[in-house]
């Protein structure tokens, strides 16, 4: 079974497909195999980063200075 790769893990994957891309010098299909490849990546980045959003609370105060959490969109978790 293959093991998920972790963010840090697909964004450094992502760079050196980037890197390779820039140097210019992959024929074509290699390139189109490496270009498919990081567009997955961005997909799996961009849903990791997503799920992330989704669990980040951020604590705030109330108008009476209490504090109250809220989920990162701002809307309040309990409602």
């Known amino acids: 079974m293959k ?3 972790n963010f840090e893990e697909s964004l450094n994957e992502l760079e050196n497909i980037v890197r390779i891309l820039e140097k210019g ?3 074509l299909d290699d390139a189109l195999n490496y270009f498919e490849k990081g567009v997955a990546l961005v997909k799996d980045c961009q ?9 980040v609370l951020v604590i ?4 009476e200075g209490n504090a109250k959490e809220e989920d990162f ?3 309040n978790p309990s409602d």
Do not use: I
Not at 47 to 55: F, I, P
Not at 60 to 63: L, R, S, V, Y
């Open 47 to 55: 849903n990791m980063l997503d799920n992330a959003q989704k669990r």
């Open 60 to 63: 705030t105060e109330d108008d």
């Open 3 to 5: 093991k998920k790769k």
């Open 73 to 75: 969109t701002g809307e």
């Open 25 to 27: 010098d992959t024929g």
